[in-house]
């Protein structure tokens, strides 16, 4: 069974930076590409980030280059999205999924509880 745990969410001021994390489990998860993505209220959820199954290859979304990363420790099924200069913009959940790398969408519907990140100004 799928699981997919995010953490690392919070308030945090306009500025700031904050890891987030996500635990996986029930699958083999170097046999995946995962990413993050954020949902904000009244919007849909967009895409944030990629990584590739051992972490070669990244994409993150155009509007948050240089700001946001990703990275993943297969050891620890874990993947992370780092985020600085972090704007009120970024309030939004986050949440992790395996993904398609070549159109950054989710490989399913199944998605865990998500992390809420609030950025004050």
């Known amino acids: 069974q799928v699981q997919l745990v995010e953490s690392g969410g919070g308030l945090v001021q306009a500025g700031g930076s904050l890891r987030l994390s996500c635990a996986a489990s029930g699958f083999t998860f170097s046999s995946y590409n995962m990413g993050w993505f954020r949902q904000a209220p009244g919007k849909e959820r967009e895409f944030v980030a990629a990584?590739?199954?051992?972490?070669?290859?990244?994409n993150v979304a155009d509007s948050l280059k240089g700001r946001f990363t990703i990275s993943r420790d297969i050891a620890k099924n874990t993947v992370y999205l780092h985020m600085n200069s972090l704007q009120s913009e970024d309030t939004a959940a986050y949440y992790c999924?395996?993904?398609?790398?070549?159109?950054?969408?989710?490989?399913?519907?199944?998605w865990g509880q998500g992390t809420q990140v609030t950025v004050s100004s």
């Open positions: 999924n395996r993904i398609y790398f070549s159109t950054m969408t989710p490989v399913d519907d199944y």
């Open positions: 990584i590739s199954r051992f972490g070669r290859n990244t």
